[in-house]
Nanobody, 126 residues
Framework: QVQLVESGGGLVRAGDSLRLSCAASGRAFTMYAMALGWFRQAPGKEREFVAAIGLSGGNTIYADSVRGRFTISRDSAKNTAFLQMNVLKPEDTAVYYC?????????????????WGQGTQVTVSS
């Protein structure tokens, strides 16, 4: 059984920063050789891709809406992923989910990810 637990969400003002964390656990589970992704879902909207990172950490992709403001990173030794979010905007308000893809392919398609966390709420006020 694999568990992903997100943390770090909260209520902030526009222009503020937040750092989300995603901790993975499970019997004999390691995210070392897996791609990681962050997605988000706002009320009444479909889940959308935010960012993804590959094995080495040097291969990253971002949604256009967050590029230059958000940074994805990972500490594979600690089975943890991060999403640094700067210059937050009200339109960033959503539940943020981390996900793990058992392959090493970095991609933006939610259906390709195998494990998901329960999400953490991020609310940005104007």
């Amino acid at each position: 059984q694999v568990q992903l637990v997100e943390s770090g969400g909260g209520l902030v003002r526009a222009g503020d920063s937040l750092r989300l964390s995603c901790a993975a656990s499970g019997r004999a589970f390691t995210m070392y050789a897996m791609a990681l992704g962050w997605f988000r879902q706002a009320p009444g909207k479909e889940r959308e891709f935010v960012a993804a990172i590959g094995l080495s950490g040097g291969n990253t992709i971002y949604a256009d809406s967050v590029r230059g403001r958000f940074t994805i990173s990972r500490d594979s030794a600690k089975n943890t992923a991060f999403l640094q979010m700067n210059v937050l905007k009200p339109e960033d308000t959503a539940v943020y989910y981390c996900a793990v893809d058992r392959t090493t392919v970095v991609r933006a398609i939610a259906d390709q990810y195998d494990y998901w966390g329960q999400g953490t709420q991020v609310t940005v006020s104007s």
